[in-house]
């Protein structure tokens, strides 16, 4: 099965790589080895290339040094930071909500009035973004749209960072089942193309009562899950909660009593009125009262 | 609709439990020995990666220091995402997928950065059928051919190197990785790796062209 086209050396010197990998088709590996055979400066040439590569598979490691320190000291962080503690979590992530730092795994009740105070919320993901971090906006178009506008003022590529999916719109699902699920898919593939940590800023609450969206109980039963979730994933979470137009008991249940943390003028606090989850649930499900 | 669990389990919840079924029987038991919190799975992993990582933390980055911080934020990630890791590619793949990314943030703030966007013209085609590699280091007769000189030329030439063909070099040849492992690991596709491979040896080759004229077997042919 020989072609009638013969290779040149031009051709050859471009497939060596492809040809010690063993990547040809068989074709092509008929003609590269006919012209070799009869060609002394790609002889010359390829020969030159095994020398080579074999050379680099030999260059000796940087200096061996004793890691024994090194690997004692990451096994320190294994014993002390792995989110099997669930307790004392070092707090040392800028938050990127005033000057605050968030530890993996925190989840925050944003509370805000004026539009100063929501376009400041953009902060959260424009921190993540320059860490390196993937950001998750879950949450209406009219309230994403100004958080992306709001990472663009901080002079942050919003294009580049959506096109490199560091920067991802999430779908809202009208139960908590369903955001959840659509959450933990994210923060799963954040992890699995090495992403340090998964930011997630949600804007549940604009579209109440719209076709499709989730009912205040359900927006209530995700935050409550949240909380549970978020200790053993590599995120932090912060829910944007509006408190000129969301009813009282929403602002109450789903704002005051699902996050652990509180966001209010600039100070992140723990939130004595939080309820752990597992009571929140059944006590919902058991029904106002 | 049956009720939910009563609080969220990541192991527990579905997308762990049955994708970890696509990792390797070692893989799912190291993650579930560190999902235990076993220290000594994890010192293990440590002892296994800690070297190589930072021999490729600093490909990336200006000096050491940094270079063993963007290890240790590896590290970090290793440990934060063991819940969260799926077993969709091996453990070493995704712990170098977290280097990568780290060392890349690291390497665009300390203004040395690869990148791999817009690096290659677009792909076309398909890959041809694959055959095990031909090049075999052990049974090489030119094993013992480097000299200090040609080692430090060595060094010279890839530290010259643009660093998105730097680090393609380094992983194949020097790390020894295979094409599939460096993919997984930059998040490449296989022609783009070869091509940037190909690229790096033969700049690599023709400024050593002097050194291999005279190593033995530099006019051998095969």
Redesign the interface.
Known sequence: MTSSADMTCHEL??L???????????E?RGRFDAH?RGC?RC????????????????????VRED?SA??G???G???T????HREQRTRDVPLGLGSELAA?GDHVGCFWESEREFDAIAGFLAAGAS??EACVLIGHDAANERMLAGLARRDLNVGALMQ?NQLQVASVRSS??GL??EV??R??EA???????VRILGNLNWERGTAGWPSDREIM?IEA??T??AE???CIVVCAYDVTTLPGPMLLKGGLECHPLTFRRDCLRHNEHHVP??RF??EL?AGPG | MAPPRPCYDPAGWRGLGTSDQAASREDSALLDALRRGDADAFARLVAEHHASLRRVARLYVANSAIADEVVQDTWLGVIRGIWAFEGRSSIKTWIFRILVNRARTRGVREGRSASFIGALPAETGTGPDWTPPTLDRGSSPEQSLLTKELGERLRTVIDALPSNLRIVLWLRDVEGWSSEEVCNALAIHETNQRVLLHRARSRARAALEPYLEGAPGGARGR
């Not at chain 1, 040809?19 to 068989?26: H, V």
């Not at chain 1, 040439?45 to 000796?60: D, N």
């Not at chain 1, 992890?191 to 940590?197: E, L, Q, S």
């Open positions: 010197m471009d060596v790589t492809a040809y010690l990998d063993g990547a040809l088709s068989r092509e070799h002394a002889q010359s040439h390829l020969s030159q290339m095994r020398v080579m590569v074999s050379a680099l598979g030999q260059l000796e490691r940087p890691l090194e690997h000291r990451m096994l962080l294994f014993r930071r792995g989110l099997h993996i860490l390196g490199e908590a089942e959840l699920f933990d898919q923060i799963k992890v699995h193309r090495g992403m340090p940590t039963r899950h949240i549970s979730a053993r994933l590599p989850p597992e649930l059944e499900s």
